[in-house]
């Protein structure tokens, strides 16, 4: 089985402060990891994904990823936050091994308010 | 290019109506999904088509709904006899396939089904 926690439902910073977003997995295998984000009545973006390789991952509106296998997790991370980056994150995670099919596992979310 | 494309945006409908949500996905694509995101709350998958094979209908939450892919592209939801519950946005996603699992899902706006 693969899983998903974001712990956080919601996540405050300051324009121009640093913000994470964390996510964290289990998967029985090698994970593939994806973020993506939702902007008020839109559906969901993506912004970037770990599939192998280096575990910093680059991705769309300056965001960044680091994958760590030891504390399986997967933080969402932006050097200096806009308030345009007010939006919810979505975290999701595909077993490498998982025979099934293409299946995505999403978090439940965590809500980024960015004040000015 | 077009995105995936969904119809109605907005569904107002009575309880014990049937309803049925239309999606485009993007050209080309082979893989369909549809997901259930509940006010505030995450996404919950509810079916799966890839290509011409037998559909995961492991999702779905009751015998009220179902779904069907005709000729490998266009996706219509069936839900049945809607009750209270069913009230929330359904969004459908398609992806290429190939790559076991690594592309990306791409979604559409959703639409909104409240069930007075």
């Given at each position: 089985?693969?899983?998903?926690?974001?712990?956080?439902?919601?996540?405050?910073?300051?324009?121009?402060?640093?913000?994470?977003?964390?996510?964290?997995?289990?998967?029985?295998?090698?994970?593939?990891?994806?973020?993506?984000?939702?902007?008020?009545?839109?559906?969901?973006?993506?912004?970037?994904?770990?599939?192998?390789?280096?575990?910093?991952?680059?991705?769309s509106y300056g965001f960044e990823a680091e994958f760590n296998k030891?504390?399986?997790?997967?933080?969402?991370?932006?050097?200096?936050?806009?308030?345009?980056?007010?939006?919810?994150?979505?975290?999701?995670v595909r077993d490498a091994n998982n025979n099934a099919g293409n299946?995505?596992?999403?978090?439940?979310?965590?809500?980024?308010?960015?004040?000015? | 290019?077009?995105?995936?494309?969904?119809?109605?945006?907005?569904?107002?409908?009575?309880?014990?109506?049937?309803?049925?949500?239309?999606?485009?996905?993007?050209?080309?694509?082979?893989?369909?999904?549809?997901?259930?995101?509940?006010?505030?709350?995450?996404?919950?998958?509810?079916?799966?088509?890839?290509?011409?094979?037998?559909?995961?209908?492991?999702?779905?939450?009751?015998?009220?709904?179902?779904?069907?892919?005709?000729?490998?592209?266009?996706?219509?939801?069936?839900?049945?006899?809607?009750?209270?519950?069913?009230?929330?946005?359904?969004?459908?996603?398609?992806?290429?396939?190939?790559?076991?699992?690594?592309?990306?899902?791409?979604?559409?706006?959703?639409?909104?089904?409240?069930?007075?």
């Amino acid at each position: 089985a693969q899983s998903v926690a974001q712990p956080e439902d919601q996540v405050n910073v300051a324009e121009g402060n640093p913000l994470t977003v964390k996510c964290t997995y289990s998967v029985s295998g090698n994970p593939y990891l994806f973020w993506y984000v939702q902007y008020p009545n839109r559906g969901l973006q993506f912004l970037l994904k770990y599939i192998t390789g280096d575990n910093l991952v680059k991705g769309s509106y300056g965001f960044e990823a680091e994958f760590n296998k030891s504390q399986t997790s997967f933080h969402l991370k932006k050097p200096s936050a806009l308030v345009s980056d007010s939006a919810l994150y979505f975290c999701a995670v595909r077993d490498a091994n998982n025979n099934a099919g293409n299946m995505l596992t999403f978090g439940g979310g965590t809500r980024l308010m960015v004040k000015p | 290019g077009a995105g995936v494309s969904q119809s109605p945006s907005n569904k107002v409908t009575e309880k014990g109506k049937d309803v049925e949500l239309r999606c485009d996905p993007i050209s080309g694509h082979t893989a369909l999904y549809w997901y259930r995101q509940s006010l505030g709350q995450g996404l919950e998958f509810l079916i799966y088509f890839q290509g011409n094979s037998a559909p995961d209908k492991s999702g779905l939450p009751s015998d009220r709904f179902s779904a069907e892919r005709t000729g490998g592209s266009v996706s219509t939801l069936t839900i049945q006899r809607t009750q209270q519950e069913d009230s929330a946005v359904y969004l459908c996603a398609s992806s290429p396939w190939g790559g076991h699992g690594r592309n990306e899902q791409f979604f559409g706006p959703g639409t909104r089904l409240t069930v007075l």
